[in-house]
Every structure is written in C-alpha cells, then in structure tokens.
C-alpha cells in the first residue's frame, strides 16, 4: 500500500512538472513586478522602485495581453536562492531572458 501510494505521489509531481511553462530571467536590472496586465500596475510587494536583480526567476504559467497588444508572463517568482518569493505576478515578456 506504502509504495503504491509513493508511486501514485511521483506521478502527480511528474505530470505537474511536465505541465509547467519556461523558466525565465529579467534581461536587466530594470524588470517590473506587477500585479496585471499593465506596466501601471506594480505588485504591492514591489512598488516604491524596488526592482528584481539577475539572480530572480519566473515559473511562467500563462501568458496574457493588454489591449495595446503587449504581452505579459504570469507566473511565480522565485528569489535567488530558488525560494518562492511572490505568487501569480505579470511581467513584461520583453523583460525577461526564457530559456527552452
């Protein structure tokens, strides 16, 4: 029972995995933390000018866009030691570095 419940745990883990989109990084020193799809909108965890440094990444779940046609990255952020640092943010695609 112990192990089909193991087994049943990896495959979960697995397939939630496979579901994820890229990983990506902020091309500069200047990427946005926002709370929607607008570079008017900063994340209340990160306004007053604080800024993500190289060292930051995004889990990008879902892609959205305003109604200028400028795409956003939804996902979760993750701090420079892998730790999740803020859920459900946008960024402006143009700011982030993905990876395959």
Not at 15 to 33: F, H, K, W
Request: a negative charge.
């Amino acid at each position: 029972m112990q192990k089909t419940a193991l087994i049943l745990c990896g495959l979960v883990l697995f397939s939630t995995a496979a579901l994820a989109g890229p990983t990506c990084s902020p091309s500069d020193d200047n990427a946005r933390i926002l709370s929607g799809p607008s570079a008017d909108t900063p994340h209340r965890n990160w306004q007053n000018g604080k800024r993500v440094g190289y060292g930051w990444s995004l889990q990008v779940e879902r892609s959205a866009h305003d109604a200028a046609g400028t795409e956003y990255y939804v996902g979760d952020l993750y701090d420079p030691n892998g730790s999740l640092a803020t859920r459900k943010v946008f960024v402006i695609e143009r700011e982030w570095d993905c990876g395959p």
